[in-house]
Nanobody, 122 residues
Framework: QLQASGGGLVQAGGSLRLSCAASGRTFSSYAMGWFRQAPGKEREFVAVIVPSGGSTYYKESVKGRFTISRDNAKNTVYLQMNSLKPEDTAVYYC?????????????????WGQGTQVTVSS
């Protein structure tokens, strides 16, 4: 199971840190991703981190503003979001993909969290 938290309402230019806690003993073998879905839009990839934490990949529009990280000892993945923009408003989902490679499409992800709302006001 994946449990996402940390969403909220923030003004443009502000920051939020999302967390996703995973249950189970195989967390460290999964690539972990963050996706988001804005109202009326399809779910889109945001960021992914490989099991070791040694490689990350981001959606172009969040590069330099968002940072994905993980703590395998705590079975938790994080998404630090800085310089937030109104267009970042969405429900954010964490997800787990088996295997150790970067995955940017949701079809590769086996497990999903329940989502946490991020709202950025202008």
């Amino acid at each position: 199971q994946l449990q996402a938290s940390g969403g909220g309402l923030v003004q443009a230019g502000g920051s939020l840190r999302l967390s996703c806690a995973a249950s189970g003993r195989t967390f460290s073998s999964y690539a972990m991703g963050w996706f988001r879905q804005a109202p009326g839009k399809e779910r889109e990839f945001v960021a992914v981190i490989v099991p070791s934490g040694g490689s990350t990949y981001y959606k172009e529009s969040v590069k330099g503003r968002f940072t994905i990280s993980r703590d395998n000892a705590k079975n938790t993945v994080y998404l630090q979001m800085n310089s937030l923009k109104p267009e970042d408003t969405a429900v954010y989902y964490c997800a787990a993909a088996s295997g150790g490679v970067v995955r940017t499409t949701d079809k590769w992800y086996n497990y999903w969290g329940q989502g946490t709302q991020v709202t950025v006001s202008s």
